[in-house]
């Protein structure tokens, strides 16, 4: 990296993330005003046209692509229209060991003073809880599941590429023409389509100002900069500015500040959390790159460039802050923005293209948080692309993460899209799959399935409370065979998910209906041709998920069963349960017992790999096609980020032999230390998991540095993606660290500053991490060979 990026990286990696108050105070002042004056697209989109008009403008003395989400780097906005935080939380943010933020004493006072007394009781989070019913209540505060818009609005967004064909005057003629058509005599949503079309138009306007403000403030800085090479680059800045995001990009430096304005609009106007990415970024990038080279105006040196800058804007961007449960069960500053390399064309051709290479040059050389970058593997990715990613892999950093390209369009696909879309989508946040600039996809929280297998051995109570928060489904008694206890589980199960999809969709419809996203609708295709809202069934696709947890763990606490109590009857099903209460006191030589003879799922082992089959095809069958405001578009996916963590302190003793409190297992993958057979056992068994189902599959994996060396480890490490793929697997990632290494970075915290861990579907740095998720990375099976 030059200088430049040497600075800039610097900086952006030893600033600590603080709060900005600004957003919050601007738009209560705002509400205060005009709130009940306008329609609620209207006024929503006027409040974003406020911001656009009023935030800071900050342009860094090196910067070459422009724009923060606060009025410095790494500086965070709160959103109180959606969580109205309270002086203990912040407090609280200030202070936490994880995931902390700087807050100031008189930013802490003013939010008291102007910003608590507007929004409590007004936000969307207070309106919610004071209308959840109780049996969401028990189930919720038990830890049968989470809610991610319990604080935050839908996320899970990823841009396609109009916005690099159109301007955003060019999006206005398009809701002119909209607006125009609107059918006033028949039409009985005429004026809600109206207002919403209305909201779009201002949406636009206000993201324009904010591009041309960033202009004036260039000019303003050219004309007292002493150097003249900088005064130049401030002059340019200046004329991109003034051209996007009004008009459609023309040259490689305009289309990344396009894709960044576009990005900084959606989260400034609502707070999705992991909700925006740019998708297939090579793709998207890869004209403007091959006719820079053409015309002479661009050479792979500065494109670099220009891909740094953008990627340190991005890592200058954490997440919001989190509290409660959201905190616990996601803790961390990534935002998760997610960047697609290869795959697939929409004609089904191969991705990949020079600009795939320059952004793995740039990952692996930045090493920061983020932005996350996931390689897609096809039939048809060369196999030079597959190494080069195998060679970032192999620095042990956690990134990037490998999807299976051709799955990704067959789930697509099964879920109702044209496979051209399909090819054009891919995976943002962790691992979901989504069409790319045309969907909705919603994620609606983790499903804790071992508390619900816990729950139903206690007849709907929660051993950890005594508090019944389930329906009745039958003493241990009354289990005279297996498939009598796995036919309760499932009545458990059904119960949970149909109390959780009810609020779901009462949430989904509050957001519908209070907290609309006018300038995201702009950019989804769909919202402007129906006149309705991105959250309001919008998009040409609207797809809803429940993230189901801990897979591993049910499985082999249900093989423990059916082996110990039902094939062999070692012990009765109430005795094993007795040891799960009492944590295994005084029945170590039992819990040895179930953990060295029980067939565990992750060691192809069809015993064990039957029951994971079983629980799969029951979440698909209690959730697949439940009906939201938008149709029947509920589906599961199968990714844990560190909510595994969190529910496994909600969960007892498990019958597999794990301790309680301990964490379940992560995502798809097998419990920990029970894969004892190397990886490829464990792809075979997740191959026996119809992933096409899932709207997503997420596999860790951790190898001794010394079993990917030199190029014999490289060819290892590409054959067994290529093969577990083959087999069907959806997603694989990986890290590259020993057991040494992390145990001193715990003791040598200051020494290991930049050391990156794969934790779930992200990276982060590993002294960031409490130490409970310390010790659950090292508790991973390190595998020796493959």
């Known amino acids: 990296m030059n200088e430049r990026i040497a600075r800039l990286r610097e900086e ?23 709130e009940g004056r306008y329609s609620t697209p209207v006024l929503r989109a006027m409040n974003f046209k406020n911001l656009c008009e009023r935030k800071t403008i900050y342009i860094g003395p090196l910067d070459l692509i422009v724009g923060e989400r606060g009025p410095r780097p790494k500086a965070v906005s709160t959103f109180p229209e959606l969580t109205c935080h309270s002086v203990e939380d912040l407090k609280t943010l200030n202070s ?57 609005a839908p996320g899970h967004t990823a841009l396609g590429g109009n916005i690099y064909r159109m301007g955003l005057e060019d999006f206005k003629e398009r809701i002119r023409a909209a607006r125009e058509a609107i059918d006033w005599l028949n039409d009985p949503e005429a004026l809600a389509k109206d207002e919403e079309l209305k909201a779009m138009d201002i949406a636009c306007d206000g993201a324009i100002i904010f591009a041309r403000r960033h202009a004036e403030e260039a000019e303003r800085m050219a004309a007292s900069e002493a150097d003249p090479k900088r005064r130049e680059e401030l002059l340019k800045i200046a004329q991109v500015c003034r051209w996007v995001p009004a008009k459609a990009p023309r040259d490689f430096w305009e289309a990344l500040q396009m894709y960044w304005f576009c990005h900084l609009g959606t989260i400034t106007e609502l707070n999705g959390w992991d909700a925006m990415s740019p998708g297939h970024l090579d793709q998207h990038l890869e004209p403007f790159y091959e006719k820079g080279l053409a015309d002479g105006t661009l050479d792979r040196e500065f494109a670099k460039e220009l891909l740094s800058c953008f990627w340190i804007k991005v890592n200058n961007t954490p997440a919001p802050p989190k509290v409660g449960v959201t905190a616990q069960e996601s803790g961390t500053y990534n935002d998760f923005t997610q960047i697609n390399l290869g795959g697939v064309r929409r004609d089904g051709s191969d991705g990949t293209s020079e600009v795939s290479y320059l952004i793995l040059e740039v990952l692996d050389e930045l090493q920061l948080l983020q932005p996350q970058v996931s390689v897609h593997i096809s039939q048809r990715t060369p196999e030079r692309f597959l190494r080069a990613a195998a060679k970032v892999i192999r620095r042990g950093s956690g990134y990037p993460s490998v999807f299976n390209s051709d799955l990704v369009v067959q789930q697509q696909v099964r879920m109702g899209k044209t496979v051209e879309d399909a090819r054009e989508g891919g995976t943002s946040g962790c691992i979901e799959t989504g069409c790319f600039g045309r969907e909705a996809y919603i994620l609606h929280g983790y499903l804790n399935v071992p ?74 295709e769909g919202c402007i041709e129906k006149g309705r809202d991105y959250y309001d069934g919008g998009p040409k696709y609207n797809t809803d998920y429940i993230q189901c947890c801990g897979i591993g763990t049910v499985t082999d606490s249900l093989s423990a069963i059916r082996k110990h109590v039902y094939d062999e ?69 199968m990714l844990s980020t560190t909510c595994h963590v969190y529910f496994g302190k909600k969960l007892g003793a498990t019958p597999n032999g794990r301790f309680a409190h301990a964490p379940e297992s992560d995502g798809t993958s097998p419990s920990h230390g029970a894969d004892r057979n190397g990886p490829t056992a464990v792809i075979k068994s997740l191959s026996k998991m119809d992933q096409v189902k899932s709207g997503g599959t997420l596999l860790n994996q951790r190898f001794l540095p010394s079993v990917l060396a030199g190029d014999e480890g490289l060819e290892k490490l590409c054959g067994l993606i290529r093969t577990y793929f083959r087999l069907g697997g959806h997603h694989i990632q990986f890290n590259v660290v020993d057991t040494k290494t992390l145990r001193d970075a715990q003791e040598n915290p200051e020494a290991y500053r930049g050391l990156l861990v794969r934790v779930a579907g992200y990276s982060d740095y590993f002294v960031d991490l409490d130490r409970y998720h310390q010790e659950e990375i090292i508790a991973r099976t390190a595998q020796e060979e493959i």
């Not at 819990?591 to 064990?608: E, I, K, M, S």
């Open 12 to 34: 952006s990696f030893v600033t600590k993330p603080s709060i900005s108050i600004e957003r919050a105070l601007l738009v209560t002042d705002f509400y205060r005003e005009n």
């Open 96 to 152: 936490r060991p994880m995931t902390s933020y700087s807050v100031s004493e008189e930013d802490i006072r003013a939010y008291e003073e102007r910003v608590i007394p507007y929004w409590r009781g007004r936000s969307m989070r207070d309106r919610a809880f004071e209308r959840m019913p109780k049996e969401w209540l028990d189930l919720y505060e038990a830890g049968c599941f989470t809610e991610f818009m319990e604080q935050r």
């Open 451 to 524: 508390k619900i297998l816990e729950i139903t051995l206690h007849d709907g109570v929660d051993p950890l409370t005594g508090k019944r928060i389930g329906i009745s489904t039958g003493s241990l008694e009354d289990f005279e065979t297996f498939d009598q206890l796995y036919q309760a589980f499932e009545r458990q199960l059904r119960y949970v998910v149909d109390v959780k999809v009810r609020v779901d969709n009462f949430l989904s419809a509050m957001f519908a209906r209070y907290a609309p996203a006018p300038f995201l609708s702009v950019l989804i």
């Open 569 to 637: 009857g070692r012990f009765t099903l109430r005795e094993l349960v007795e040891a799960c209460d009492a944590n295994w006191m005084g029945y170590e030589e039992m819990r040895q017992y179930v953990w060295n003879r029980t067939p565990f799922f992750g060691n192809d082992d069809d015993r064990a790999d039957g029951i994971m089959r079983r629980v799969y095809q029951s979440l698909v069958d209690a959730i697949e096609g439940k009906r939201s405001p938008k149709g029947e578009t509920y589906h599961i996916n």
